[in-house]
């Protein structure tokens, strides 16, 4: 069976996942680092790891002779290191804050965990090497990680209760109460229902989260080229470079990055979703009221 490349990277893109680099030095000294969403655990006993190296990498080479190599599982605040390292450059350690771990891989800063790996095996994966490493050491301090979902970067909101809608236990319920006192805890429920609210209506338009967020900033930034549009969104240059073609292919965008007057029809439709949901938000609420809580918001953020 064969089947469009592109839709099946789209559906890929489904399965969330967190951001790593792994890096590795040779013996001649030569140090790499590729930022990768394919790291997965494989077995606790031994314990295992992996993750896959497209074949066309420049990095390929100190890779496959470095007999370590490290994984760096990046926090949310790291997208640029993220970026940085995905992007073809002669040194891309450059600025960067790092130790040196077993083997001399280059251990990033303020990450949230590492890994450091032992090579255990390079198997012929398509068009990736698959790595299997095992792991010698690694560390962990529970930073917000950074995820990747749908082309763009996301952070988590830990579901800090049931959102069912099964009758509870009374003493559940009464055990809540402490919970529902706790600011922390609303403005995570909060976050929460507005995203099971909005996502499933964004998503019948069609598009996916980064193309949904492409098209909008593009019909507010006329004009804008295609390095400025990187700079401005928070999604990996390669998927900003994909959105824009997937958006160009499905009629909405001109190659000059101007929208057709289907994208002009499309990107309406998101502002309407948007700002749909707003109202159902807060339309019960009075003008005082929502212009206040928009003040408190303000202010937290100001701290
Ligand atoms: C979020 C994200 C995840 C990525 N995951 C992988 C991956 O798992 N494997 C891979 O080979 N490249 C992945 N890439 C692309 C590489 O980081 C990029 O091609 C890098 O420049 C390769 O390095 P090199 O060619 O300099 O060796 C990813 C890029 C991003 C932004």
Redesign the pocket.
């Known amino acids: 069976m064969s089947f469009d490349t592109n839709e099946f990277r789209r559906a890929l893109g489904n399965f969330a996942t967190g951001?790593t680099v792994i890096t590795a030095q040779d013996e001649q000294g030569n140090k790499?680092g590729?930022?990768?969403?394919?790291f997965n655990s494989v077995s606790l006993d031994p314990p295992l790891v992996l993750?896959?190296?497209?074949k066309s990498?420049?990095?390929y080479k100190v890779f496959e002779q470095a007999k370590h190599f490290a994984v760096n599982v990046l926090a949310a605040d790291q997208i640029d290191t993220?970026?940085n390292?995905?992007?073809?450059s002669d040194d891309k350690f450059a600025g960067m804050e790092f130790d040196l771990g077993v083997g001399n891989s280059p251990i990033l800063k303020n990450t949230t965990a590492c890994f450091q790996c032992e090579q255990h095996q390079i198997i012929d994966g398509g068009d990736?090497w698959i790595m299997l490493g095992k792991v010698v050491s690694f560390d962990h301090v529970g930073r917000n990680p950074l995820l990747?979902v749908q082309g763009s970067y996301a952070g988590a909101i830990p579901f800090t209760a049931s959102t069912a809608k099964t009758t509870k236990p009374q003493n559940a319920l009464n055990s809540l109460d402490r919970l529902n006192n706790n600011a922390f805890y609303l403005m995570n429920k909060v976050l929460q229902k507005v995203q099971e609210h909005y996502f499933p209506k964004q998503s019948a338009t069609g598009l996916n989260t980064s193309e949904a967020r492409l098209l909008l900033v593009l019909s507010d930034a006329k004009g804008i080229t295609l390095d400025e549009l990187k700079r401005l969104v928070t999604i990996?240059s390669?998927d900003v470079e994909s959105g824009v073609e997937q958006l160009i292919q499905t009629g909405l965008l001109s190659s000059e990055l101007a929208l057709t007057s289907k994208g002009h029809d499309m990107a309406e439709r998101l502002w309407d979703i948007a700002n749909k949901q707003q109202e159902d938000i807060f339309g019960d609420f009075s003008k005082e009221e929502y212009d206040n809580f928009k003040k408190l918001l303000q202010s937290v953020l100001n701290q």
Not at 34 to 38: C, F, M, W
């Open positions: 951001v790499v590729v930022t990768a969403n394919s993750w896959s190296l497209v990498s420049s990095s993220s970026n390292f995905a992007k073809p990736h990747y990996p390669t």
